[in-house]
């Protein structure tokens, strides 16, 4: 089987990377031997290209050894890496980035094997069969443990039916992610809803009846919170902002945070009552 990792320089760049690609998209590793971080990004590179199984291929260029070539793409910091597709540059980055990183990068221009798995898996859970659909996810985690969108899937699938397991998934989709996003949603939106069961009418008789107690007011906010009445458990917890911040371990901004991740950027809800704490915060 032809090597899907190969060194290249002058000679045979226009040949190996820029006529190729127009069969198969090309990863080009600008580094040199002296490198640290390239010596750190290479076998992230080289491991997440093998898992394309022939989809993508890399080729290694050694700036020290090929000047010319890196001046021509105007390389100025390595690694530096640029992805060919049909004989032109489809994206590019600079820096050893995360694997996660590194990932979405090469994703946007070939998803790999266990992204098409991802996408069959949403696919086959929106078609109710939610057992298959679990069962893609874990295949694509033994192959790849730290996979994204296999993380946020089978997270997501768990958290009706095992809570505990489906928060430590999403706990370990990687920071950077566009997926990390979602799955912060997701575990916001989760510790919102653990309310204590208490009775909404009866929580607003009590404070009817002692409208000074921060105690009565912060479960009213949970209970709120719990039934995703948001606006309304706002209000609450930023009234016990103003007249307590410590209380509950500084409790109700923690809440309102939560609430924030849950709407989502862009909401107006969530930029008014940001707003509004921030004046309560450092007034």
């Known amino acids: ?3 899907l990792v190969f060194d290249v320089g002058d000679a045979e760049f226009e040949a190996e990377v820029v006529e190729r690609s127009g069969e198969t998209p090309v990863a080009v590793d600008f580094w040199a031997p002296w490198c640290g971080p390239c010596r750190v990004l290479g076998p992230v590179l080289e491991r997440v290209v093998e898992e394309y199984q022939g989809k ?3 080729a290694k260029v050694n700036v020290d050894e090929n000047p010319e070539l890196a001046s021509s793409f105007g390389i100025q910091g390595i690694p530096a890496v640029k992805v060919f597709k049909d004989g032109a540059i489809a994206t590019e980055f600079t820096g050893a980035l995360p694997e996660a990183g590194v990932r979405e990068v090469l994703g946007s221009v070939v998803p790999s094997r266990q992204d098409e798995l991802v996408i069959e898996a949403a696919r086959t859970s929106s078609r109710g069969d939610t057992e298959e659909a679990l069962g893609i996810y874990r295949q694509v985690l033994e192959e790849s443990p730290h996979h994204a969108g296999a993380l946020l ?3 997501r699938a768990l958290l009706d039916t095992d809570a505990e397991r489906g928060l430590a998934l999403l706990e370990r989709v990687p920071l950077g992610s566009p997926e990390r996003k979602e ?3 997701l575990m916001a939106r989760r510790m919102l809803s653990q309310g204590d069961g208490a009775d909404l009418d009866s929580l607003r008789q009590q404070l009817s009846s002692a409208p000074d107690s921060i105690e009565v007011r912060f479960r009213l906010a949970q209970a709120l919170a719990a039934e995703e009445s948001y606006d309304a458990a706002l209000e609450e917890f930023l ?3 103003r ?3 410590a ?3 500084d409790g109700a901004r923690k809440a309102m945070v ?3 991740e849950v709407l989502g950027p862009g909401s107006e809800l969530a930029d008014r009552y940001r707003s509004e704490m921030a004046k309560v915060l450092f007034s």
Do not use: N, T
């Open 239 to 241: 009234a016990v902002l």
């Open 1 to 3: 089987m032809e090597s």
């Open 153 to 155: 899937g089978l997270g």
């Open 258 to 260: 939560q609430i924030f």
């Open 247 to 249: 209380f509950e371990d």
């Open 243 to 245: 007249k307590d911040r």
């Open 183 to 185: 799955a912060d949603r």
């Open 56 to 58: 993508l291929l890399l």
